[in-house]
């Protein structure tokens, strides 16, 4: 049987959450653009 890939959830959020999105400047344009269009910002 074959197991699909399972990273962890700390190493998810620490990659691609909110804080990690927070740290770059792109990521911030990322939620602003979200943000703007109107989505709830749901990062992870």
């Known amino acids: 049987m074959h197991y699909p890939h399972r990273i962890s959830k700390v190493k998810r959020a620490r990659k691609i959450g909110f804080r990690a999105r ?14 703007r269009v109107g989505r709830r910002v749901q990062v992870v």
């Open 22 to 35: 927070m740290r770059t400047t792109n990521g911030r344009k990322m939620i602003n653009r979200k943000r």
